[in-house]
């Protein structure tokens, strides 16, 4: 025989035959089944149960399963059970966080915004309230680019597209519709107070 790399290779092949033999004879399903058991009659012993596999010698029937009471029973009938995933209500699990952010900033790019609609609706400071009998009502707003712009019942504001619902003497209510971080939608309502 050589001495080269070729000589290695049956020695090497031998070697791995007989590790393989042995990872067979050694597999518990492998020497059942030889034995002419069969894991698949008795029921599956679970990390932390006290239920064993019920294994049979060759030729006899196992005996019957001993009767599991309470979490464990349940436990087992549910994992005959397929589950199935219901969506309803949650949010999409494969869609991003930021999409609906992204996303609703590519639909307010088609049309131009107002002045109103380019800020929070907390950034906004309420200067005077305008009410009288037989006149609608005005609110005068400070936006914080200094401009100062009325308001009405059902004005369009903020960058949610809230509008006004209510204006009092002393503050406005704005109601806003905004969407979580689940993609809820949930309304909110933003009060500014008249400055003393």
């Given at each position: 025989m050589?001495?080269?790399?070729?000589?290695?290779?049956?020695?090497?092949?031998v070697f791995t035959a007989a590790l393989l033999l042995a990872l067979a004879l050694s597999c518990p399903r492998a020497a059942s089944a030889r034995?002419?058991?069969?894991?698949?009659?008795?029921?599956?012993?679970?990390?932390?149960?006290?239920?064993a596999p019920s294994i049979a010698p060759a030729g006899k029937k196992p005996a019957p399963a001993p009767e599991v009471k309470g979490q464990e029973a349940g436990d087992q009938s549910r994992g005959n059970q397929s589950h199935a995933y219901r969506s309803a209500g949650r949010r999409d699990p494969f869609l991003s966080l930021i999409y609906a952010a992204v996303r609703a900033k590519e639909e307010m790019k088609g049309r131009m915004l107002i002045p109103l609609e380019q800020y929070e609706v907390n950034q906004m400071t309420l200067v005077a309230v305008i009410m009288g009998p037989g006149i609608p009502s005005y609110a005068l707003v400070r936006l914080p680019d200094g401009k100062h712009y009325s308001l009405r019942y059902g004005s369009v504001v903020g960058i949610n597209k809230g509008k006004v619902v209510k204006i009092t003497p002393d503050h406005i209510v704005v109601q806003e519709t905004v969407t979580d971080f689940m993609g809820r939608k949930n309304t909110r309502e933003t009060v500014l107070k008249l400055r003393e």
């Open positions: 050589g001495t080269g790399p070729l000589a290695a290779g049956p020695v090497i092949l034995a002419g058991n069969d894991y698949s009659t008795g029921p599956v012993a679970r990390a932390g149960s006290s239920v």
